[in-house]
T-cell receptor, first 117, second 111 residues
Framework: DGGITQSPKYLFRKEGQNVTLSCEQN?????MYWYRQDPGQGLRLIYY???????QKGDIAEGYSVSREKKESFPLTVTSAQKNPTAFYLC????????????????FGEGSRLTVL | GEDVEQSLFLSVREGDSSVINCTYT??????LYWYKQEPGAGLQLLTY?????DMKQDQRLTVLLNKKDKHLSLRIADTQTGDSAIYFC???????????FGSGTKLNVKP
């Protein structure tokens, strides 16, 4: 079945460590997104990529880094520079925006919950 | 940028209608969405509406858009306990570069 897979589902990190969250999709989607979700707040955009080898900062990119070497993969690294990394992280993808009839539907993974000890 | 706002909680009885409201600030928003999130999971698209529409109905779901007031609502008819979840309103411009999400409304359906 086509979809987006995020791993790990739960991750614990010690302060000062970098961690990488995986996001893989087999939907043949061009665009991929990383969001952060905190209780009582909406989803905030960290990074997005419209095409392979290109990505853009979102609204809260500080302390995070990404790469887009393959169409299927968009890993997110939470660096030690991120002061408050404990959150629920969601990866999403979308088909080509210029596709006829596109509705702009985002397909989400199941999320990764990161806790800093 | 766009600012999307929703109330945080709504509680209804099973069988009643639920109405979840959302406001947005950018009149350029072309596409407006409602997503549902079950506990500990990702979001799933429920329905969407284009800015040139006033209303859209899809089975138990009715979306109303007041473009003048920048107000969007989602009505769920005959609400069931399985509808208990967090509902997010989202807005996007025509190029889909960014999607702006509200804080989510937690719907609690009492039996």
């Amino acid at each position: 079945d086509g979809g987006i897979t995020q791993s790990p589902k739960y991750l614990f990190r010690k302060e000062g460590q970098n961690v990488t969250l995986s996001c893989e999709q087999n939907l043949n989607h061009d665009a991929m997104y990383w969001y952060r979700q905190d209780p009582g707040q909406g989803l905030r955009l960290i990074y997005y990529s419209q095409i392979v080898n290109d990505f853009q900062k979102g609204d809260i990119a500080e302390g995070y880094s990404v790469s887009r070497e393959k169409k299927e993969s968009f890993p997110l690294t939470v660096t030690s520079a991120q002061k408050n990394p404990t959150a629920f992280y969601l990866c999403a993808s979308m088909g080509r925006a210029q596709t006829s009839g596109t509705t702009g539907e985002l397909f989400f993974g199941e999320g990764s919950r990161l806790t800093v000890l | 940028g766009e600012d999307v706002e929703q109330s945080l909680f709504l509680s209804v009885r099973e069988g009643d209608s639920s109405v979840i409201n959302c406001t947005y600030t950018d009149s350029s928003s072309t596409y407006l969405y409602w997503y549902k999130q079950e506990p500990g999971a990702g979001l799933q698209l429920l329905t969407y509406i284009f800015s040139n529409m006033d209303m859209k109905q899809d089975q138990r779901l009715t979306v109303l858009l007041n473009k003048k007031d920048k107000h969007l609502s989602l009505r769920i008819a005959d609400t069931q306990t399985g509808d208990s979840a967090i509902y997010f309103c989202a807005a996007a411009l025509y190029n889909f570069n960014k999607f702006y999400f509200g804080s989510g409304t937690k719907l609690n359906v009492k039996p």
